[in-house]
């Protein structure tokens, strides 16, 4: 019997800076990864590793721009993904932002 059967396991995107990944027909854009002061999600303030992630609809429309470090929150077409990694890149290369999306 397959014990897996009705479960879903949650999706995870690695997307490197200056890059654009689509997630469910979204553009998501990653970029400026830096140490700086960013918000986390229970509203305190924060201060490490962040990436300037910027979301845009399918129709190109832009809906948000934010800047998140590790633990940050952000909305893709109504499901809540999680920022679980920023990476800066060693000597000059781009660095690199993974999301896990949120399951109920």
Known sequence: MNNT????????ISIQETTVATID??????????????TGPDGSPRRGL?????????????RGR???GEGGLLEIKGRPWRVTLVSAGAGG????????ESLP
């Open 50 to 62: 962040t990436a300037e992630i910027g979301l845009y609809d399918e129709r190109k429309a832009e």
């Open 25 to 38: 027909g979204w553009k998501v854009t990653v970029g400026n990864i830096i140490i700086d002061d960013w």
């Open 5 to 12: 059967m009705g479960k879903s396991s949650a999706r995870k």
């Open 66 to 68: 934010l800047t998140l």
């Open 93 to 100: 290369e781009n660095g690199a932002v993974k999301l896990t």
